[in-house]
C-alpha cells in the first residue's frame, strides 16, 4: 500500500589530505544522512595505499556497517560510499554498490546515482566482446567502459571523459582509482552532486545534508558536464558538456532530497513551503486546519498554512521504525501497513474539515487509504491539495515509475481523480507555478518529463527495472 514514488541512490565520497584519516567514519555519517536516498542497500570502498577494500550488504547503514565493520576497515587517503534503492536490478547484494573492478591497469571503485537509458545496448556490446557480468545493475556497465577506455587513454580522468561520450541519460559518479577521487555529472545535471571542505579535506555528496551533519562547509554544486578530479590534494575541473540543455530532475525539490539540503543554490524546504503558497492562492478553500503528509508534504503544509493564516496541524503520527521500503509478505499485512506507519490522531481531526497536503499522487495507492483512515477517525470534510503536478508519464532517469497504466491520472481528469482518491476536493500545483519558484535555482533548465512527456533528451520506448534479468 505504501508504494511511493522511489529514487534510486546516493553517493558519498571523501579525499582526506592525511594518508591515514578515518575515512570510513566519515563514510557511515555521510551514508547515514543519505539514508532517504536509498533502504534496499549500502557499501563502502576504502583506499589504503593504493589498495581499495570494501564492504556492501543488502540492510541499512547502520545494519551493514555496525562498529565492529567500521573498526575492521583500514583508515586511508580516500572512500567513497552508496545507498540504494534499485530501479535497474533487483535488491540483492551483488547489486550493492561501490561496484569494483581489478584490471590490467590496477583497480577502481565507482558509486552512481541515476539511471541509464542505453545500459542494455552498452552491456550487450561488452558481453559480445567478452566482459563478465557479477550484477544487473547498469553501475557495472559504466565501470567496465572506464576500464576499457582506461587502457586507451594516458589518465583514469581521461578514461572517464570518454566513457561520457558512450553512456547516455542521468548519472551523478564517483570514481576511485589508486590515487585519485573524481566526481561527474551527465551533461544535463539530472542528479545532483556537490563538493565540500571539511579542514583541508575535500568531500562530494548527493547532498548538502550529509556535510552540514559532520560539520563541512558546502564550496558549491558539481556543474552538469563536469568532471572534478582530485589528486595529491589539489582540485581541477574539465568541463564535458557539448551544449547540451540542463536538465535537473524537478522532484528532487518536490520529494527526493531533504529539507536541509540545498541543491543548485536553493534550499529545499523553502522551495517546498514556497510551493503551498502558491498552491493556496491557486486553490482556497474554507477549512479548520492545513495538515501535511508525513515527511514531504509538511513543508508544503506548512507554506500554505501561512499564506492562507488558517491553522497548522498534525493529522498523523509517523512511526520512526518503519521505512519506505517496508514490505509485507500478505496481502491482508499489506492491507495494514499504513496503519503501522501513519496513525490518525483522532482528536484532532475528530468533526474537522482537513486540508491534507501531499507531495505527489502516482499510483494513488497510498492517500487513497490515508483518506480513508481520516474518515474512519471522523474528518468532516477532507480537501486534498498536491505540492506536484500530475504524473502522466513514465521516468527514464532513477525514478521508480516505469510504467504509464501504473499511474492513476493518465486519462483521466482532475474530478476523476477526486471521486477514485474519496476526496472532497483536488487541486494539482500547476506547472506554471511551479517552474516560477524553481527559477530561483542556479539550475538553468529542469526535465518534467513525468508531468509533460517530453524529455531533456532522446528516451526509450519502455524501461524495465529488472531488464537485464529478463534478457541475460
Known amino acids: 500500500m505504501l508504494k511511493k514514488i522511489?529514487?534510486?541512490?546516493?553517493v558519498f565520497g571523501i579525499y582526506a589530505k592525511q594518508k591515514e584519516e578515518n575515512v570510513a567514519y566519515y563514510t557511515c555519517i555521510g551514508l547515514s544522512s543519505l539514508q532517504h536516498r536509498g533502504e534496499e542497500s549500502c557499501g563502502m570502498a576504502i583506499n589504503n595505499g593504493g589498495v581499495i577494500s570494501y564492504h556492501k550488504d543488502v540492510g541499512l547503514v547502520s545494519d551493514v556497517f555496525n562498529q565492529k565493520v567500521v573498526d575492521e576497515l583500514q583508515s586511508g587517503k580516500m572512500a567513497i560510499g552508496h545507498v540504494r534503492y534499485s530501479t535497474t536490478g533487483a535488491p540483492k547484494k551483488e547489486n550493492a554498490q561501490p561496484i569494483v573492478i581489478r584490471y590490467a591497469k590496477g583497480n577502481i571503485a565507482v558509486v552512481h546515482n541515476g539511471n541509464l537509458t542505453n545500459a542494455l545496448e552498452l552491456r550487450k556490446e561488452l558481453q559480445d566482446n567478452g566482459a563478465i557480468f557479477n550484477s544487473t545493475s547498469d553501475t557495472e556497465v559504466i565501470a567496465y567502459i572506464i576500464a576499457r577506455e582506461r587502457l586507451k587513454t594516458k589518465s583514469i580522468e581521461e578514461a572517464v571523459m570518454n566513457t561520457m561520450k558512450y553512456?547516455?541519460?542521468?548519472?551523478?559518479?564517483?570514481?576511485?582509482?589508486?590515487?585519485?577521487?573524481?566526481?561527474?555529472?551527465?551533461?544535463?545535471?539530472?542528479?545532483?552532486?556537490?563538493?565540500?571542505?571539511?579542514?583541508?579535506?575535500?568531500?562530494?555528496?548527493?547532498?548538502?545534508?550529509?556535510?552540514?551533519?559532520?560539520?563541512?562547509?558546502?564550496?558549491?554544486?558539481?556543474?552538469p558536464g563536469e568532471v572534478v578530479v582530485v589528486s595529491n590534494n589539489e582540485m581541477k575541473s574539465y568541463d564535458c558538456k557539448n551544449g547540451e540543455k540542463d536538465g535537473l530532475c524537478i522532484f528532487e525539490y518536490i520529494y527526493f532530497a531533504r529539507?536541509?539540503?540545498?541543491?543548485?543554490?536553493?534550499?529545499?524546504?523553502?522551495?517546498?513551503?514556497?510551493?503551498?503558497?502558491?498552491?493556496?492562492?491557486?486553490?482556497?478553500?474554507?477549512?479548520?486546519?492545513?495538515?501535511?503528509?508525513?515527511?514531504?508534504?509538511?513543508?508544503?503544509?506548512?507554506?500554505?498554512?501561512?499564506?492562507?493564516?488558517?491553522?497548522?496541524?498534525?493529522?498523523?503520527?509517523?512511526?520512526?521504525?518503519?521505512?519506505?521500503?517496508?514490505?509485507?509478505?500478505?496481502?491482508?499485512?499489506?492491507?495494514?501497513?499504513?496503519?503501522?506507519?501513519?496513525?490518525?490522531?483522532?482528536?484532532?481531526?475528530?468533526?474537522?474539515?482537513?486540508?491534507?497536503?501531499?507531495?505527489?499522487?502516482?499510483?494513488?495507492?497510498?492517500?487513497?487509504?490515508?483518506?480513508?483512515?481520516?474518515?474512519?477517525?471522523?474528518?468532516?470534510?477532507?480537501?486534498?491539495?498536491?505540492?506536484?503536478?500530475?504524473?502522466?508519464?513514465?521516468?527514464?532517469?532513477?525514478?521508480?515509475?516505469?510504467?504509464?497504466?501504473?499511474?492513476?491520472?493518465?486519462?483521466?481528469?482532475?474530478?476523476?481523480?477526486?471521486?477514485?482518491?474519496?476526496?472532497?476536493?483536488?487541486?494539482?500545483?500547476?506547472?506554471?507555478?511551479?517552474?516560477?519558484?524553481?527559477?530561483?535555482?542556479?539550475?538553468?533548465?529542469?526535465?518534467?518529463?513525468?508531468?509533460?512527456?517530453k524529455y531533456p533528451i532522446e528516451v526509450p520506448d519502455e524501461i524495465e527495472k529488472d531488464k537485464f534479468e529478463k534478457i541475460f
Not at 187 to 201: D, V
Not at 404 to 428: C, H, P, W
Request: aromatic share 6%.
Open 6 to 10: 522511489k529514487e534510486e541512490c546516493g
Open 259 to 453: 529539507p536541509d539540503s540545498t541543491i543548485d543554490g536553493l534550499n529545499v524546504h523553502k522551495f517546498r513551503e514556497e510551493v503551498g503558497k502558491y498552491l493556496s492562492l491557486q486553490a482556497p478553500v474554507d477549512a479548520d486546519f492545513v495538515a501535511g503528509v508525513p515527511d514531504s508534504g509538511l513543508d508544503a503544509a506548512l507554506g500554505y498554512s501561512k499564506q492562507s493564516k488558517i491553522p497548522y496541524d498534525m493529522a498523523f503520527i509517523k512511526s520512526k521504525y518503519i521505512g519506505r521500503t517496508f514490505i509485507q509478505s500478505t496481502q491482508n499485512k499489506r492491507k495494514k501497513q499504513v496503519l503501522l506507519k501513519l496513525n490518525p490522531i483522532r482528536s484532532t481531526v475528530k468533526g474537522k474539515k482537513i486540508i491534507l497536503v501531499d507531495d505527489s499522487i502516482v499510483r494513488g495507492n497510498t492517500i487513497t487509504r490515508l483518506i480513508k483512515i481520516l474518515r474512519e477517525a471522523g474528518a468532516k470534510e477532507i480537501h486534498l491539495r498536491i505540492a506536484s503536478p500530475k504524473f502522466v508519464d513514465i521516468c527514464y532517469f532513477g525514478t521508480d515509475v516505469a510504467k504509464r497504466n501504473e499511474l492513476v491520472a493518465v486519462g483521466k481528469t482532475t474530478e476523476e481523480i477526486r471521486k477514485e482518491l474519496g476526496a472532497d476536493s483536488l487541486e494539482y500545483i500547476s506547472l506554471e507555478n511551479l517552474r516560477k519558484i524553481a527559477k530561483k535555482s542556479n539550475a538553468k533548465g529542469f526535465c518534467e518529463g513525468c508531468f509533460t512527456g
Open 167 to 223: 553512456i547516455k541519460g542521468a548519472y551523478s559518479l564517483l570514481v576511485m582509482s589508486a590515487q585519485k577521487l573524481i566526481a561527474v555529472r551527465d551533461p544535463q545535471g539530472f542528479r545532483p552532486l556537490c563538493i565540500g571542505k571539511l579542514g583541508e579535506n575535500t568531500i562530494f555528496s548527493s547532498e548538502s545534508c550529509a556535510l552540514d551533519i559532520m560539520g563541512a562547509k558546502l564550496v558549491r554544486d558539481v556543474k
